[in-house]
């Protein structure tokens, strides 16, 4: 079946470091993958996602995730962190195998504190 | 252009009474998904819709958990007897087609409390 991992639970930056978040998949064919950022008692935004094409997506807010096929990943990647990036992570994949399909596998999660 | 809204955002139930929690998808959008938050978990699948139809319920607890998308308004998801192990946050989103590859839309959520 279908998962995804984030291998990190919580990950604390210095504000302006550089931030990467590891997403993996597993799926043997093309996934089609999500990062969704949650700010504390709000819904999810979406960052990016990758379905095709260049491997490195550009997303809102200064975000990028490279899509990794030998490494089955897709992590985030930001050059310099902001205090307002603090927030939940989500990477996710579209169901693809089996049963009824299109709905997203989500991993458990990184949360994301920046230190001033 | 509104996108996905739920209500209400919160609700707070007593043990055996019921919740209904409301989606109105994204304008255009037919296709509509729930999702639980636990807290300190990522979001599980519940339940997907179409107008009318369930498409794939393979997520929802087999008891007091109900779903329904009807032609007109919003799609509703009824726990009967609510339990404390309900309280979570119950997100929806919305799809302008199958597959996902359109994308979707999440609503705020619904944050349910059984006291």
């Known amino acids: 079946a279908q998962s995804v991992t984030q291998p990190d639970i919580h990950i604390t930056v210095s504000e302006g470091a550089s931030l990467e978040l590891r997403c993996n998949y597993s799926y043997g064919a093309t996934p089609y993958l999500f990062w969704y950022v949650q700010s504390p008692g709000q819904g999810l935004q979406l960052l990016l996602k990758y379905f095709s094409g260049d491997t490195l997506v550009q997303g809102i807010k200064g975000f990028e995730a490279e899509f990794k096929r030998s490494q089955s990943s897709f992590n985030l990647r930001k050059p310099s962190v902001h205090w307002s990036d603090a927030a939940e992570y989500f990477c996710?994949?579209?169901?693809?195998?089996?049963?009824?399909?299109?709905?997203?596998?989500f991993g458990k999660g990184t949360k994301l504190s920046v230190k001033p | 252009n509104a996108g996905v809204m739920q209500n209400p955002r919160h609700l707070v139930r007593r043990r055996g009474q019921e919740a209904r929690l409301r989606c109105s998808p994204m304008k255009g959008h037919s296709h509509v998904y729930w999702y639980r938050q636990l807290p300190e978990e990522g979001l599980k699948f519940m339940v997907y819709?179409?107008?009318?139809?369930?498409?794939?319920e393979s997520g929802m607890p087999k008891e007091r958990f109900s779903a329904e998308f009807p032609k007109e308004g919003p799609s509703i998801l009824r726990i009967q007897q609510v339990v404390r192990g309900d309280s979570a946050a119950y997100f929806c989103?919305?799809?302008?087609?199958?597959?996902?590859?359109?994308?979707?839309?999440f609503g705020s959520g619904s944050r349910l409390t059984v006291v």
């Open positions: 996710a994949v579209v169901r693809q195998d089996g049963g009824s399909q299109g709905n997203l596998i």
């Open positions: 989103a919305s799809s302008g087609g199958a597959q996902g590859l359109f994308g979707f839309s």
């Open positions: 819709l179409q107008k009318e139809n369930i498409i794939d």
